[in-house]
Structures are given as structure tokens and as C-alpha cells.
């Protein structure tokens, strides 16, 4: 079983990037999955959630019509499209099938000017 995200890197304020998270070794259309993030000193939020089918999607306020998650099923693949980025953005943001309870390592998002 494995989740891999990707697509983290250095962004100036007001910036966008894509997250993506590719899983394997389970039925991935058969989970809810998430979106976390962790910055230093600070605990783990949840940011994003997105139902089996995508249909129903729900967000962390502090992200709110600025982040907007997605799944490719025939893919096993979770996005997280991250518009407009601010400094208190930055963290290691991570995914996770929370009925399974896996985890992936985390990418690096860094928002700096």
C-alpha cells in the first residue's frame, strides 16, 4: 500500500500549485480520502476531504474558495489545486484514506516572496 504525493515546491504569495497523491496496493475508489497539512510548531490540520465519487468535497475555512480538491478513480490519483497561496499556506501537506489509516510521506509547500 503506498500513497505518494507530489508537486510541493517554492511559490511567491498570490502563486498556484497541484498537489498530487498516487495511490496503490487498494480498492481506491472504494475510500474517502483527505488532504493535511502540518506546519512547524503547529498541529496537523485537515484541509480537504473529497467522498468516494468526488461528488461531495469539504474544506478547512482557512482555505475556502482557494484550494480545491479533486480524484481521478480510473487513475488512483487525489489533486489538491492550490489558488492564490498565502505565507501561512506553507506546510507539509500530506494525504490520507482515513478509513484505512494510510498515510503518505508529505510534500514540502513553501509560499514566500
Known amino acids: 500500500v503506498r500513497l505518494v504525493e507530489s508537486g510541493g515546491g517554492l511559490v511567491q504569495p498570490g502563486g498556484s500549485l497541484r498537489l498530487s497523491c498516487a495511490a496503490s496496493g487498494f480498492a481506491f475508489s472504494s475510500y474517502n480520502m483527505r488532504w493535511y497539512r502540518q506546519a512547524p510548531g503547529k498541529e496537523r490540520e485537515l484541509v480537504a476531504y473529497i467522498s468516494t465519487t468526488g461528488v461531495s468535497t469539504t474544506y478547512a475555512d482557512s482555505v475556502k474558495g482557494r484550494f480545491t480538491i479533486s480524484r481521478d478513480n480510473a487513475k488512483n490519483m487525489v489533486y489538491l489545486q492550490m489558488n492564490n497561496l498565502k505565507p501561512e499556506d506553507t506546510a507539509v501537506y500530506s494525504c490520507?484514506?482515513?478509513?484505512?489509516?494510510?498515510w503518505g510521506q508529505g510534500t514540502q509547500v513553501t509560499v514566500s516572496s
Open positions: 490520507n484514506c482515513p478509513t484505512k489509516g494510510y
